[in-house]
């Protein structure tokens, strides 16, 4: 079955640093794909999708690409805040967005 | 935005009884919701999907009498841990789409249950 493997955290970083977290998947045909942020005692929250290849998702400065060709979704953003420590999970899905598979989570960490 | 909320957030109970964690959307109908456990620095897994007015739908090796799920509303879904033990020990987390099949999930903050 699909499956999404992503780095483990947690990362640390100083604020204004660049930030990547890896995220590759697997599956039969073509998922759409998904970055979840969960922040300290609230829910998962979508932060971008793509739904696909080549399809870039952005929002709040993070971004993804879909690569067919590398079967990934990293998740990027230039300049970090302390604001943005949270919990990060890639995800993948199908038929209409029901049934997702997710990542073990990245936790980041960013101190002023 | 839409909200889903759970309860209780935490809850510690003794091995034998059963615990119900609540599930609900705030401000709009969910005919589906979702029901994930989550172990430490594991994956969300996807327990089953909970539907309005009709059983449960489980995956594959979980167990459908020890995990009693009711879609009791449009805004409502419960889990029931029947006699918990430790292994069931988890993060249990709820999600409901809130309309087109096209748009994403909304997840509850989890409920941490602790089985001694």
């Known amino acids: 079955g699909d499956s999404v493997t992503q780095m483990e955290g947690p990362v640390t970083l100083s604020e204004e640093a660049f930030l990547t977290i890896n995220c590759t998947y697997t599956?039969?045909?073509?998922?759409?794909l998904f970055w979840y942020v969960q922040y300290p005692g609230e829910g998962l929250q979508l932060l971008l999708k793509?739904?696909?290849?080549?399809d870039k998702g952005s929002n709040k400065g993070f971004e993804a690409t879909y690569r067919k060709e590398t079967t990934s979704f990293h998740l990027e953003k230039g300049s970090v805040q302390v604001s943005d420590s949270a919990v990060y999970f890639c995800a993948s899905g199908r038929a209409g967005f029901q049934k997702l598979v997710f990542g073990t989570g990245t936790r980041l960490l960013v101190s002023p | 935005g839409a909200v889903v909320s759970q309860h209780p957030s935490r809850v510690i109970c003794k091995s034998g009884t059963s615990v119900k964690i609540e599930c609900r959307s705030l401000?709009?109908?969910?005919?589906?919701m979702f029901w994930y456990r989550q172990f430490p620095k594991q994956s969300l897994m996807l327990m089953a999907t909970?539907?309005?007015?009709?059983?449960?739908?489980?995956e594959q090796g979980v167990e459908k009498d020890k995990f009693l799920i009711n879609h009791a509303s449009l805004t409502l879904s419960t889990l029931t841990v029947t006699s918990a033990h430790p292994e069931d020990s988890s993060f249990y987390i709820c999600s409901a789409p809130p309309g087109s099949p096209q748009e994403t999930q909304y997840f509850g903050p989890g409920t941490r249950l602790l089985v001694l």
């Open positions: 401000d709009f109908q969910a005919t589906t």
């Open positions: 909970s539907n309005e007015g009709s059983k449960a739908t489980y």
């Open positions: 599956a039969t045909g073509y998922p759409s």
């Open positions: 793509a739904t696909k290849a080549d």
